[in-house]
């Protein structure tokens, strides 16, 4: 598999992983279980996802950018799904992840060529 290839199954693992949030939260403690398998559905999928995307990626680098889009995705569906405030100090901190997920990528050079 190639880098880009790589990088398109770590997009997908951090986005199956805010949807597995949203499930999550959405299942209420895992007691309604259509919520509750979504959820586990998802899981198996967003790790699926990583697991192949880690194979051409370096390690640290890959886990921080997945860890940096569900940590935003999960922000923004709060605010959008739930009604969880989204002040302009709640924005920067976001904006500051999404400049260092940017960053990681454009200085990834050689070890995120496969």
Known sequence: ??????????????????????????????THWGWSLLSLLLLAAFVFSLARALSVLPLGMAYAVWTGIGAVGSVLVGAIVFGEPLG???????????????????????????
């Open 88 to 114: 302009a100090q709640r924005i920067a901190y976001v904006a500051i992840i999404v400049i260092a997920i940017v960053g990681l990528h454009l200085g990834t050079g050689k070890e995120g060529a496969g």
């Open 1 to 30: 598999m190639s880098a880009a290839t790589g990088w398109i199954f770590l997009v997908l693992s951090g986005v199956l992983d805010v949807f597995w949030a949203l499930a999550t939260k959405k299942s209420n403690g895992m």
